[in-house]
Each structure stands twice: as C-alpha cells, then as structure tokens.
C-alpha cells in the first residue's frame, strides 16, 4: 500500500504535466476551443476505462452513515453525561463480533459514557432486542468516533500547507509574466512554469520509490517514512519554499525599481523562480502521499469514505484561507491609500513580505504539527474481543444479549 500512494500520485503529476505544458501551448499557440476538446475526449477514454474495470471491482455493502453513527455517539454521550464510568471497562457494552472489535481507549473518555447500559436503552429487554443507537452504542462504535476525532488536529494542520501551494499557481505566474522567459527564440508561456513545480513531484515520486524507500527497508525495515513523517517533511520544504520565494521576489523588485516598476519585461530570468517551484512541488509530493495513507489507514473501516473526503477538504480549505489571507493584507496594507503589499501591478507592490507572511505562518503551524503529531497515538495493539469469565453482564449487573 505504501508504495501505491506513491505510483497514484505519479500518474495525477503525469496529467497535470501534460496539462501545463502541451494544453498551456495548444491553448497560446492554436486555440483554447481545440484544447478542451482535448480535454473532454480524454475524460470520455477515461471514463470508458473505469467502467471496463467494472466486473473486477470489490462492492462492500454499506452499513449506514458514517455521520450517524458519529452523532449518535456524541448524542447518548451527552444524553448520559451525568452518568458516572464504570471503574471496569469491561461493563460497558458491547455487541460487536469478536473480529471486528476495537479495544477500549483511554483518550476522550467523555465518549465511553455512549457505552454505559442504562433503564430505557433497550425497546424490549426480554426478548433482547436491539438497543436504541441514540442512546446506547458500543464500545467498538465509540472507538471509531475516537478515531475519527484523533485525525482532526493533524487534518488542522495541514491546511495551510495548500495555502502556500495556491501561491504556486497565482502570485507566482503572475511574477514570471514580468521576467524575462526566453529560450532562444522560443517565449515559455507565464502558465507553463508551473511545468518546474509538477516535475519536482514527478523527480521526488520517483526517487523516493525507487531508491528511498528500498534503502529504508534495509535499514529501518519499514517501506519508507511514516504517513506523519511524511507530511512534517512536506510542510518542512513549504516553509523553506516561502522563505526562498520572498528573496526571490526582492531580488526580482530591486531589478524593477532600477529599471522601471512600469515595465511588463524585466531583464531578469524567469528560472530565478525554479527553486520555490521545486522546493513546494516536492513538498507537495510528500505531503500528498503522506495525507492520503494516513486518512486511509488510520481510520475506521466504515468510515474510510469519509476520511478520504476529509483529507480532500484540506485542499479546499487552503485556497479559502489563501484567498481570506490576500483580502485582508490588501485591506489592511493599502489602508493609507497606497498601493499595498499586494498591489495590482505587483511592481509596485511588496509581494516578498506577504511570502515572510507564509512563511512565518508555515514555522508557527510546523511547530503544532509536531506537538499535534506527538500527542497522535494510533492503535498499535493487534483488536481483541472483551472476553468475561461465565456470562456478559452489563452495567446494572443483568445478563447482556
């Protein structure tokens, strides 16, 4: 599993790879109609082969709603939060067969009160029905939600990660539409330069499944760095990619204020901006493998639907807090009147402090990543059922069904 994120990956770059470069061309050079023609053939190929794959695909039959059953969790939790814990673990109930239970935990205790058997939790005790999931649940149910709950902070730090990589495909096309991109006689198109950022995720894919992850086995005897690992070198490279940017960037305003701030061609290389592209593509790299093998594994089996998609909001929350974090630096700096940090001639601005803005952010969220990370404590211990000498008894000291 641990190298198929990798190759998942690899395959997404090689598409995008091909979108920023021969799309980005066909788009400049013949016409934006042929090219989403393009496009939209290829989601026709690809949708023919997923649908071929059809006979061979693996169905689980759904066992209800993920959501639910988190709430129905927290509602008997807190429907019983007056009620005290058993001082034994093995009187809270459970109805779940013996290979698929989960072990009780001692984080979120509050949640093991959806445990405890109480008058009313059974619509009919002697013919030992089903218990109402509203009001009582059990302790494996209970330990999903806890495992879902474990996630979020690591979820929470992440986010700004994809903040700094909205930087990537925004305010860095947008300096290299003013550096000088001549190779030759051949002009690269401002959009294609983010051909540098997909291949530093295609190199770092490559390199680290062909030859990192081979020599950690040897040594380490584990396939690679763990999911965690994974995404702190992510956000490691990010922060350092911002840091590189902003000096970048002076670089790039001092040419301008000796040459002309009104000038859209500056006599300085557009492949000044290579190392960020790299340095955030790269992290991208890890960072993505890194989230996606730690929701999937990490989660419960029912619910590993939702934590993909949790994983993926991730993303979509980083370009909001993007796009929040540019609306206020451009209220906040431009407040006098003047052009602001962000100005809409970025000559005249001062981009370089909004990336030592990023960056500053990216050390302060390293920092509780690793805390986050620390505290993070997956379940090692192999699942086990409850086993009690003679009979269950539930909390009242009653036989349990």
Known sequence: MAYFFNRFFFFISIGTLTAVTVLVYIQDEVGRSL??????????????????????????????????????VIAAAIRKRNMNLPYDVEML??????????????QFRFLDKAAIVAE???????????????????????????????????????????????QMITFSVEQASTMNRSIG?????????????????????????RLIMPLWKKWK??????????????????????????????????????????????????????????????????????????????????MKTMSTGLFLTTLSLGFFVSSFLVSVIKK??????????????????????????LAVLGVINLVIYLICAVWYKPDQKPKHAIEMEGSRFNGSGEERC
């Open 185 to 209: 006689n051949f002009q690269i198109p401002a959009g294609s330069l983010t051909v540098f950022f997909v291949a530093a995720i295609l190199i770092t894919l490559a390199v680290y499944d």
């Open 221 to 302: 005897g584990k396939p690679g760095f763990s999911s965690l690992q994974r995404i702190a070198i992510g956000l490691v490279l990010s922060t350092i990619g911002m840091g590189v940017a902003a000096l970048a960037e002076m670089k790039r305003l001092s040419v301008a204020k000796a040459v002309s701030r009104s000038s859209s061609n500056l006599p300085i290389s557009v492949f000044l901006l290579i190392p960020q592209f790299f340095l955030v593509g790269s992290g991208e790299a890890f960072i993505y493998t890194g989230q996606l093998d730690f929701f999937i594994t990490q989660s419960p089996k029912g």
């Open 35 to 72: 090219a989403y023609g393009i496009c939209s053939i290829a989601m026709l190929v690809a949708i023919f082969i997923f649908f071929s794959g059809t006979k061979r695909y693996r169905y689980k039959r759904s066992s209800g709603s993920p959501i639910v059953h988190i709430f129905q």
């Open 93 to 106: 109930y459970e109805d779940t067969p013996e290979a698929s239970r989960i072990h009780h935990t001692d």
């Open 332 to 357: 906040v700096t431009s407040s006098n009147g003047g052009q602001g940090w962000l100005a809409d001639n970025i000559n005249y601005g001062r981009l370089d402090c909004f990336y030592w803005l």
């Open 120 to 166: 009313g939790d059974f619509a009919n005790r002697s013919t030992c029905s089903e218990p109402n999931p509203w009001k009582l649940c059990s302790v494996t149910r209970v330990e999903e939600v806890k495992m879902m709950a474990r996630l979020l902070p690591i979820w929470a730090t992440t986010i700004i990660f994809w903040t700094t990589y909205a």
